[in-house]
């Protein structure tokens, strides 16, 4: 009966998500690493990304309202990608796209490799954005786990990234960093940097009260 009653669970969900409009990106660059991501965002801000197209065990993040609207803007004004976006100059292979845009029974689909189009080209590089994010995450994850001395640099990618603001849903680095600072089997420095970091991203996601003045 459990199991019966789990199963229909899960259909509900399947079923809800379903109407809720969704964002897809892929890019296929074979020689470049990774040679291939796909991005599926939808519109409550829930994705997933994978590098592999017959991966089903995708890494799973959650964006801002924000960041979901600024992507969900940028597809209206390509027209949910109801037309060609490809450039008519002659210019370097730069990656196979495709974007998609699925709301119940619509579906708009369009691939290019260059566009002209300043609309595209946001929407790409926040597609972008959210793969540099997600492939710092498996760098930190695989340093904190097999190579201790190089965590250290792993979260100085991280530091840079957020500078430079390329990084999407900080607070998925908040386990992974917070367990870095609390395990004395790493170096200080990169234990107290993790920890610096870890604070940053907290007051992003909730702003932290500004020190008395002195």
Known sequence: ????????????????????????????????????VAINVDKTGAGDYREDEKDDNPVR????????AALFDLAAKLGDFDHPL?????????????????????????????????????LADDFERISESEQLLTTLEVSAKYDH??????????QSAY?????????????LLDRIAKNETYMHQARMRAASLAGQFRCEATPCAAEPAK
Not at 61 to 68: P, T, Y
């Open 61 to 68: 993040f959650q964006l801002n309202r924000q960041e979901v």
């Open 1 to 36: 009966m459990k199991g019966r009653l789990a199963l229909l669970f899960c259909a509900a969900l399947a079923a809800q998500s379903a109407d809720v409009p969704r964002l897809y990106f892929s890019k296929s660059f074979p020689g470049s690493s990774p040679a291939y």
């Open 86 to 122: 490809e450039s008519s100059v002659k210019v370097a292979f730069m990656g196979a796209k495709t974007f998609r845009y699925v709301d119940g029974g619509k579906k708009n689909e369009v691939k290019f490799n260059f566009s002209e189009d300043p609309s595209a080209q946001a």
């Open 163 to 175: 500078d430079r603001k390329r990084l999407v849903d900080p607070a998925q680095f908040l386990p």
């Open 149 to 158: 001395l190089g965590v250290m640099k792993s979260v100085l990618l991280l």
